[in-house]
């Protein structure tokens, strides 16, 4: 089992659907979530960064973490076209380098 | 003014040959990074190096090498490609330690080995 499970669609959602996103984790080190979003032919950029258990909100994006089920969630409410992207959940345990999952590639259509 | 920046975006190369890619980060991170993402998206870690402390992935084979300079640099040195090398590399930036907000990615490299 790898340690970041990540269901890497495609997605295809039309304009202002709310988007949900999922990782799962095997790995209770993980102390700390964040999610990416990568447009086509560009790098990472980070989007939410959370630690602890509960929703975070930042606009349109929601970043929820479940740690007891270890699962970790981004919801895009009133979704655009110009989010369609890949979303790459990330995880850190200790002083060790992030580890990702393998990306949900979204398409919101207009 | 960029963040981490990496060169060269596009590289085209034949098998066997020895080439090398650069990324410069100017946030005064401490810590650097090297992923390789496959054509699958998937990101995976190859190194990390701050000032004193080198870390390999295992699976990284010895034909990869990392090499610092100076705190705001750390290039990506691959001896005798291999077809199989061909992805896009991506350099990151943080502070150290745990829980630090999140990595800085350059915009990545593009290797093609023909």
């Known amino acids: 089992q790898k340690e970041v499970e990540q269901d890497p669609g495609p997605l295809s959602v039309p304009e202002g659907a709310i988007v949900s996103l999922n990782c799962t984790y095997s790995?209770?080190?993980?102390?700390?979530f964040m999610w990416y979003r990568q447009y086509s032919r560009k790098g990472p950029e980070l989007l939410m960064y959370?630690?602890?258990?509960g929703n975070k909100e930042d606009g349109r994006f929601t970043a929820q973490v479940d740690k007891s089920s270890k699962y970790i969630s981004l919801f895009i409410r009133d979704s655009q076209p110009s989010d369609s992207a890949t979303y790459l959940c990330a995880m850190e345990k200790g002083n060790t380098p992030l580890v990702f999952g393998k990306g949900t590639r979204l398409s919101v259509i207009a | 003014d960029t963040a981490v920046s990496q060169t060269p975006k596009y590289l085209v190369t034949q098998m066997g040959n020895d080439k090398s890619i650069k990324c410069e980060q100017n946030l005064g991170h401490d810590t650097m990074y090297w992923y390789k993402q496959d054509s699958k998206k998937f990101l995976k870690i190859m190194f990390s190096?701050?000032?004193?402390?080198?870390?390999i992935n295992e699976t990284v084979p010895n034909r990869f090498s990392p090499k610092s300079p100076d705190k705001a640099h750390l290039n990506l040195h691959i001896n005798s490609l291999e077809l199989g090398d061909s992805a896009v590399y991506f350099c990151?930036?943080?502070?150290?330690?745990?829980?630090?907000?999140?990595?800085?990615f350059g915009s990545g490299t593009r290797l093609t080995v023909v």
């Open positions: 990151a930036s943080s502070l150290p330690g745990q829980g630090a907000g999140g990595y800085t």
């Open positions: 790995n209770s080190a993980f102390q700390y």
């Open positions: 959370t630690y602890s258990s």
């Open positions: 190096y701050n000032n004193k402390e080198l870390i």
